[in-house]
């Protein structure tokens, strides 16, 4: 197995939900870049549990702790290793599950993969906490990013049937981008935002989980970033996207509703404004061939509704096949989408400054006028 | 730039949409496989253009030549090499695209990225030209997979607004499945065939194209293939599917359907059925936390409608800047999807065999018991 | 830039000379395997500073602590995360170091690689003391080896021009190849360790430091490990062991010598002994096209001298481009080798592990009879 | 397995010695640069057989066949494949070896790897034939190294124990650094080569086969190139000199030589001349902590013996494990090390260009100041 995104950017996660702690070591990034911990920190606390009767009540505080990677304040080349303490772990929450395995939750599958001895404890290394290493990582991909003009926001586009208003694909400015990241509530609209509190508020008591979809954005992106096939930039950060619990579903520009249209909608007119090519529309998303366009790039994400429900589910018992109800007590969020807005603002940074790095033309032209 | 796919199993595809020919080498096959050169060749005439007026007009024998990898008809365990050759290349068509772009499609992005040394005939290395090798390797996949008792099908979800009937994410069986791929037309309902036909040439007629929605299953898959976080089964899947030109969004199971429901609804209660744990309802398309279930696996893919039509398009000049009116001239196919659903099963079936190589606690098990 | 070994076995090492810790990731390893913590503290113990006057001053007690991948005290199938913390950093020795690169050591290529922003205390990222990590990770290998029949040793072949008897590599022996490991001094003969002790305590009087050559071996390899090409044995055993600071040169079996004898020396006659095929002599170290035989696995890595010597030495000021004259200060091995032995033992380990979990065709027969 | 080298640049090669061809994909150049097909092929003559009476009978012509990757003349961006035919196959000659290993080669391994499925005609996959790919990859990286002012050279050090002059570590021409690869016999001293000659001779008319020493040099490398731990200059080079056939050992600048040394002695004294940090000595062989100082690069390979002899050798039947006497009667070398000297430099410019595509540092700067 690999819990590793290796490119030209290489992460590794690691770490289990009641641990002592969860972490990632990034390398491969540019030495002399600053670090601003406080920054990380406050990113972090976007997506940390136990800030309101939204989310869980696990109390985490998810102070980042550098291992390695700097030096006198910026990265020196070296890998950067960062590592969150599991402040509020209690494994005991979860030992009636070992043999029940939570519907829509990786019990079962972990089972069978590590034959009976993988780590129970809260979905262990499947647990959504280990996002919290994905965010350290991303956020310190979005400072680097955002010292060379690009920005990366995101925000709750749904929660169940509840909309917000979504990102404009051509005149989204950065204000609008960065607004949900610095309120209360990442959504655009105060209305949706307050109807959505309500609908994930009566998920709660109805001992329920409400699924929700998250629309995330990037200005400022160069065009030329990405590679044909595989390395497209759908792919990696497809690739990166799905390592978030929950996600069953991502799209890119006008994404599932283009497969409605025809070519003559779908396709976005090429013009010259200032100097640079752009598109009059942007239903690619930003993305052609894979590559950039420079236009802001967007992607949604669909995430079910937190498997973890008190509402009775029925399961089976590994070892007599017996069947089982289950009620589960362990804290859990309501809709985790709410806390994973940032997970995907960190999911497109590392996607995009791993594209960045891997310009390879550019340092052999470079090359060329060395003494 | 990398237009390799790396895991357990190594796909590296090559080829220009007007170059001699397309091909891929596939490294990391067990040894010992027989390779069935006649059923490869039917299923890359699934995907062959030149077959009905709903394609390109462009003739395509598509008959796959081995350079490397049998001895006597069997994987020897060195990789294996694929080349089909380009027997119909016209890259006089695509003269006039060099300085304007097509709306939609890899010719701006690769003209940034590659800096005008880009091959601009017909899309060069981004055609979907190239998915002819990605259905090679995938059709030797899928060989191996059949022999142990896993089959894939795909078929046309959707063109435009007209819909097949979906397959069944429990009951699906092996002859619903292959139905598709073994009728004229790839879909399951004969009266959605016909009004799918309908709007294909509807489309063609206007000059435009048309997107549409493919659907892909897997019937006989063992619980546990892949990992969590960034090598889960979605994460490789929706990596290769990706690959495929004009795919913007790709969903499991539920998909986003899953981010309006509450848990209750969208996690699959497990029961035991003939000795093995399987779920009643399976909006998890066949995945737990990125590791399969043991259900029948299921993904659909959005197609964007083909970004090559006649219909005059604005573009620019890349060298004066000044606006350009296109209208296309070589030849496409009014609905990429009718040819890409091959595609999507091959991607699948490299998926999987991909993570059933990598179940790699098995063979140090085997180890011990070595003399 | 990578500190990441990357195979079917991933290990990622970070940490810094003089930074708060050192430390490894290890991903991929089966689920189930017990870690003996008490065995590992004494492996690591073996590499470790401040036990004797041969050694370097720093103390490190090296007490490895694991943060993830352990349930129950067996591999859970998580990423396996350990930290070896610094104990006794000084990074103001250093200080004087910036601007005058220490001749033979990374000082000057880490600075222009890192542009200035390098981590120049004690070498940083370039440091041996990242070794501790490696061993670490290499340690729990060798346990989860040697539960599997394989036995990894290593010992001082020379120091200086003092020689050690080498081990058989058709005879060898488990006793004979792990009592280097348990004696106090890591050679086989008792008069070539006392001369080896008076030669590094020489050296150091005289402010100097001494080079050395390394024998590690295996006993127990299953036939058929590795790959041709570039995932050879010999490729993967070279890329590990060229971690280790100081490494200028590694040769297998015969070696160099090889390049002196005719093929009718050099080839290894076959024989079947006890059902098994094995060969008379074992010039080819137990590797045939890249592939293990069965034979002992026998490999010698050259280690250049120190290069951080109290002895006056010429080098530059990098700012002035002024000649400079270092006597250098910081606490450092007269012979790092010494302390090497044991990290030639964790290289062969890991490279050995990793062929293992790649015998992919395996787990394919296994699906087949699965349910 | 994996025949593929995996880094900012991606080879793959595959073919069989007695398959239609051997090939390679080579993924990751920049686009733009000219490849002068007529220098390509003159390269590859250097390791074709059939020129003389000192090298295999095998007639081959390997003239390179480009199916991807160029456009009017220059690389492109995509993926370059090249296919050298196989035009004087002669499977034939090996059915006997089918059951009865050849000593010293991969016929044995092969086999207990492959499970019997290899293809054991000429060595298949593991044959020398393999290396005429890696040259012809390593070929295109040649030219384009020397655009950027950096040539590579190699010679024959030794054969058996006939030794050519050493390249000078320090004071390296490119007149003496190219002068082996354009003169009729890889070596530097017109003495010295009728002795090697003579010796191969020898060997050959006693049924027998030679090992030799290859020395292998770079000028114009820039300081800066290559990494701490695993991808270091020396693990990169090592990695891919052990995947050309019969190499046993490797080592870098002073080598196993500098592990008799002192510090004192084996550390390069630094000095400034021309504005530029250099060295006095070399015995770094342009190498510190893995990168690159800007000396000339050197390194050694020790090259075994053709195991294929015509003298006779002891194996046995692997259906029967009777022994059984071996005299080869397939076209082989009497010193392979003599047309492996072009793939050391091949291997070389593979890993320079390589790492010199790493240097992300710099486009990130560059994008700085992007529009």
Chains 1, 2, 3, 4 share one sequence.
Do not use: W
Request: hydrophobic share 40%; proline share 7%.
């Amino acid at each position: 197995m690999s819990s590793m995104y290796l490119s030209a950017l290489k992460l590794s996660i690691f770490g289990q939900s009641h641990g002592p702690c969860v972490g990632a070591v990034l390398d491969g990034l540019p030495a002399g870049e600053a670090v601003d911990l406080d920054a990380l920190h406050a990113f972090l606390r976007r997506r940390a549990p136990g800030q309101s009767e939204l989310t869980s009540a696990r109390k985490e505080e998810d102070l980042p702790q550098l291992l390695s990677g700097l030096s006198q304040g910026v990265t020196c080349g070296a890998p950067l290793a960062i590592v969150l303490p599991n402040a509020d772990a209690q494994p005991g929450d979860y030992d009636s599950l070992r043999d029940a395995p939570r519907p829509g939750h990786a019990d079962f599958t972990a089972h069978v993969k590590f034959k009976g001895f993988e780590d129970a404890a809260g979905g262990g290394h499947f647990s959504g906490r280990l996002t919290a290493a994905l965010c350290a990582a991303g956020g310190i991909c979005l400072q680097i990013l955002a010292r060379r003009g690009i920005a990366v926001g995101a925000h709750l586009l749904r929660v169940g049937e509840v909309a917000d208003v979504p990102f404009d694909p051509v005149c989204l400015t950065r204000e609008t981008l960065l607004a949900p990241g610095n309120s209360a509530f990442p959504a655009l609209d105060g209305q949706a935002a307050e109807c959505m509190r309500q609908t994930i508020r009566a998920a709660k008591q109805a001992q329920d989980s409400v699924g929700a979809e998250v629309e995330c954005a990037a200005l400022g992106v160069p065009a030329g970033l990405g590679d044909p096939l595989f390395d497209g930039m759908e792919n990696r950060i497809a690739r990166i996207a799905y390592a978030i619990p929950g996600v069953k579903g991502v799209e890119f520009g006008g994404g599932f509703a283009l497969s409605r249209m025809r070519g003559s909608e779908a396709n976005d007119p090429f013009l010259c404004q200032d100097g640079a090519v752009r598109t009059r529309t942007n239903r690619a998303g930003g993305i052609l061939g894979g590559i950039t366009t420079g236009m802001p790039l967007l992607y949604r994400a669909a995430v079910k509704p937190t498997p973890t429900i008190g509402h009775p589910q029925q399961s089976v018992c590994l070892r007599t096949g017996e069947p089982v109800t289950l009620c589960a007590h362990g804290r859990h969020d309501p809709c985790i989408a709410l806390r994973a807005v940032p997970c995907f603002e960190a999911a497109l940074a590392l996607a995009l400054l791993d594209a960045m790095l891997e310009r390879c033309s550019t340092p052999l032209g470079g090359i060329v006028h060395e003494p």
